[in-house]
């Protein structure tokens, strides 16, 4: 059996990591709470704009700071609000025949993302997906550290959890799909026999048309 | 008497002017070559919407559509798409004017539940501007996108199994069409392969029905694609189409168009380089020159950007088989030109454009269908080449091809052709996973992009070519990979060619040239080309 690796932010859903972030930092205890939270952050923008351009992992971890301090519970309560209020209206049209037909196809279908595990599991439940490679957060004594647990999903690391994922469940890398929007995939891309590139940056639809990868428009 | 449109090389004959992709080349031909021509267009019909009424009003072996028509009822148009005619005629398309009296008709009667569907089939979905051009500003504001739209042929719920004929093969069709009350198709017929039950039973149909005749044992079957009679595809799709009628009340209307491909500037370039004036010869120079000189994108503007000023010569409206024989007989009276006694050597030129790359590019597997395919199969009777003869093709099969609309073609040309070139070991092995990529689908369905299976059908178009020629040989190929990949043999020059050729022909060959575009067809019989006493004055070639 095949398998279909997806990227999430910007290849199924409009939204970006800050997003559900934002949510999370607004809908704090109290409001006081939250302007503190949103403070901070804003705080170390700067330098998680600087960590964008250079490191897609080192900007994940920093983004993850944010979460420090809230709870287990709260994190999981606000879960399901979160997804149907930021991620659910934001999904490309498409995105849900797209994993459709891998489905029919009989492909397991993975969503590969750096956002965090208990939302990507709510995105898959909803999009018909079999399982979820995402980022996990530090929880000590039942707050988080605001640290992410290792492996951090980002950049190359996704290329060697996708190969990693597809060993362990018998699937021929060759026979495998990926989909991305960003160049910053192109690992995950590239250790697959179908790469293709989903609303692509530029650079990876300059890649895409180089290498002769489809090019699919979701939003189209 | 040989017909006006068959000329005989002698040693005072100008040298021929053929289409090697966008680019025109200059061959000398050897003498006793004789090269068909198109035939001159046939005059237009003067008043094309007269002409409409009278048909829909006067159908064959079919009730008059308004006769069809009630209150209340549901209707679905489907259209054929970009790839009938090529170039694209010139506005008004024949399309919108048939749409524009059936709708008023349709409006008339009470009618309000319609919906038009352009039977793309597996092609690529067209485009907005695209579809404008076919159906008119008026109707294209009034009706896209919600009821004027691109048939779907991998979207499971618009889909509807109808059933299977008694050979095996499974229709399914567009369920929207399915489930009206009237389907009324609108056909532009370009060659005489299109139109009939192809129109429905083709064009709204999905990769399950398509499997039963778009495979190469059917191709190989084909003598040819463009002689009903005697094209096994034809037959399997008439089947279809039958049952098809039996549940769908289909009321056909096909047009037919002269070959008027080129406007007066251009008009030269259907005809026999002795007969042109001095102006002509000289504008021939000067377009050769320049072709030779602009990039490819602005050549292919030149050529795919102005649309043609083909002329309506033909409305038939009825039951499909009736209407069809009247569409089969007009397109043959444009076409055909009377060939006796094949040839050994058979050359072509392979011009810019092909039903599969309008407003893109001829790309090398297109390359390769337009030669196996349509130009050795522009023929009734017998094929224009003896079996095991040779064909020679000008073409520079660039190693180039359009990402967004042949995005699978590059995967077929590059990893499986390299495989294998057996199209039964194609359509075993590969087909169906290729045919069922998710991604390929996804830009069949929300792109611009030919569905997977395709680029396969396009192989196996060349089937028929492929089993019957003993050779084929490109002249002008700017690589030698590609056409390897066909496999293909490379030659500089057409006397190279021709040289080749030789090899494999017996000691004075027969050689046959198609000055094709615009469209010509050949209708081939057996005897020998040369009448008595001819044969000893034709010298020896090379």
């Known amino acids: 059996m095949a398998a279909s690796y997806f990227d999430v932010d910007g290849t199924l859903v409009t939204t970006n990591l800050v997003h559900p972030t934002f949510f999370y930092l607004l809908n704090q205890p109290t409001p006081l709470h939250s302007v503190a939270k949103l403070g901070r952050a804003l705080f170390k923008a700067p330098w998680m704009a600087l960590a964008e351009t250079r490191d897609r992992r080192l900007f994940n971890e920093l983004l993850f700071t944010s979460y420090e301090g809230l709870s287990e519970d709260r994190l999981l309560s606000l879960a399901e609000e979160a997804f149907e209020t930021v991620m659910k209206p934001k999904l490309y049209p498409g995105a849900k025949d797209l994993v459709q037909v891998s489905r029919d196809k009989g492909h397991d279908v993975i969503l590969v993302s750096g956002a965090l595990d208990f939302l990507m599991q709510l995105l898959a439940d909803h999009l018909g997906a079999t399982g979820v490679i995402a980022n996990r957060l530090e929880i000590k004594d039942r707050f988080a550290t605001g640290k992410l647990l290792r492996p951090v999903v980002a950049g190359p690391e996704k290329a060697r959890l996708v190969r990693e994922h597809a060993r362990g469940h018998g699937h021929d890398l060759d026979e495998c799909f990926a989909y991305s929007d960003s160049y910053s995939d192109v690992p995950m891309l590239s250790i697959v026999g179908h790469p293709a590139a989903v609303n692509p940056d530029r650079r990876l639809s300059l890649l895409a048309n180089a290498y002769h990868w489809p090019i699919i428009h979701l939003a189209a | ?542």
């Open chain 2, 1 to 542: 008497m040989t017909h006006p449109c068959l000329v005989t090389i002698d040693s005072r004959s100008a040298p021929r002017v053929l289409f090697s992709g966008d680019q025109l080349v200059e061959v000398d031909l050897p003498t006793g070559t004789r090269v068909v021509y198109p035939k001159p267009p046939i005059e237009a019909l003067k008043d094309v919407d007269a002409a409409i009424r009278y048909a829909i009003n006067h159908p064959h072996n079919s009730e008059p559509l308004y006769a069809k028509l009630k209150p209340g009822m549901k209707v679905t148009i489907a259209i054929d798409d970009i790839s009938l005619p090529l170039p694209p005629m010139r506005k008004p398309d024949v399309r919108e004017r048939v749409l524009t009296i059936v709708l008023r008709l349709l409006a008339d009667h009470g009618v309000d539940d319609v919906e038009i569907i352009i039977a793309t089939s597996v092609h690529r979905r067209m485009k907005p501007f695209e579809v404008r051009h076919i159906v008119g500003d008026r109707i294209f504001g009034a009706y896209w996108p919600k009821k004027l739209y691109n048939h779907d042929a991998e979207n499971p719920a618009g889909m509807k199994y109808l059933g299977t004929t008694e050979e095996g093969e499974e229709v399914e069709l567009n369920k929207r069409a399915v489930e009206s009350d009237l389907v009324i198709y609108v056909n532009l017929n370009f060659v005489p392969m299109d139109g009939g039950h192809k129109s429905v039973a083709v064009g709204l149909c999905g990769y399950r029905s398509l499997q039963a005749h778009h495979n190469p044992k059917t191709m190989r079957a084909c003598h040819s694609y463009m002689d009903p009679s005697s094209s096994a595809l034809a037959t399997s799709v008439e089947r279809m189409g039958r049952l098809t009628n039996k549940h769908l009340n289909v009321f056909t209307i096909e047009t037919t168009v002269n070959n008027r491909m080129f406007d007066r500037p251009l008009e030269f370039l259907a005809k026999n380089e002795d007969d042109l004036t001095g102006t002509e010869r000289s504008a021939l120079r000067a377009l050769t020159f320049t072709l030779s000189k602009l990039p490819q994108a602005a050549r292919q503007a030149i050529f795919q950007k102005v649309p043609s000023p083909y002329g309506v010569t033909g409305v038939f409206a009825g039951e499909t088989e009736a209407v069809h024989k009247h569409t089969i007989r007009r397109s043959y009276d444009q076409y055909l030109v009377p060939v006796s006694g094949q040839a050994d050597i058979l050359v072509s030129g392979v011009p810019y454009i092909s039903p599969y790359n309008v407003n893109s590019f001829l790309n090398p597997l297109l390359v390769q269908c337009m030669a196996n395919g349509y130009l050795f199969n522009l023929y009734k009777g017998v094929p224009m080449v003896k079996k095991g003869g040779t064909m020679i093709i000008l073409h520079p099969c660039t190693d180039q091809f359009d990402n967004e609309h042949h995005a699978p073609y590059i995967e077929f040309v590059h990893r499986l052709l390299p495989e294998t070139r057996d199209a039964m070991e194609l359509h075993k092995r590969y087909e169906k996973k290729f045919a069922s990529n998710p991604a390929y689908i996804e830009m069949y369905r929300s792109g611009h992009t030919y569905h997977p299976a395709h680029p396969f059908y396009m192989w196996y178009w060349g089937e028929a070519g492929r089993q019957h020629l003993g050779r084929m040989i490109v002249v002008g190929a700017d690589n030698e990979y590609i056409p390897k990949l066909m496999g293909w043999e490379t030659a500089r020059t057409m006397d190279e060619a021709l040289r080749m050729a030789k090899h494999t022909a017996p000691p004075r060959p027969e050689i046959l040239a198609l000055h094709t575009a615009p469209m010509l067809m050949t209708e081939m019989s057996a005897r020998d080309a040369r009448p008595a006493g001819e044969t000893s004055s034709q010298p020896p070639l090379a």
